[in-house]
């Protein structure tokens, strides 16, 4: 298990694709690992100001919407199926989504 690979995981509103965004060393140490959640539809909108869309080339079996402004703590061992790695592109667009989220611009 690593960062910024798609793992699924059972929400409260089912299971879907989620990303880790943890940092390396969280992901190796702990138990505990945080995500963002994406929708399980095909996405047939643009993305919204904090989401960021995934696709096949991150591993998903089509375009899907990924959000970026809730983060979720997880343990490691719910992630239950491998789907694919984010792209660097994919990473830095959601990084700025993230921070842009939760309000750290500004300080």
């Known amino acids: 298990m690593e960062p910024w690979q798609i793992w699924t995981w059972s929400f409260e509103f089912g299971e879907h694709p989620a990303v880790i965004v943890s940092n390396a060393g969280r992901v190796s140490l702990k138990e505990d690992v945080v995500i963002l959640s994406c929708s399980t539809r095909r996405a ?3 993305a919204e100001l904090f989401e960021v869309i995934l696709d096949e080339s991150d591993g998903l079996d089509w375009a899907t919407l990924c959000r970026c402004d809730l983060l979720y703590t997880v343990a490691k061992k719910e992630l239950v199926r491998f789907r694919g790695q984010v792209t660097p592109e994919r990473r830095r667009a959601i990084a700025e989504r993230v921070v842009r989220s ?4 500004g300080l």
């Open 102 to 105: 939760l309000a750290f611009t």
């Open 44 to 46: 047939t909108r643009a």
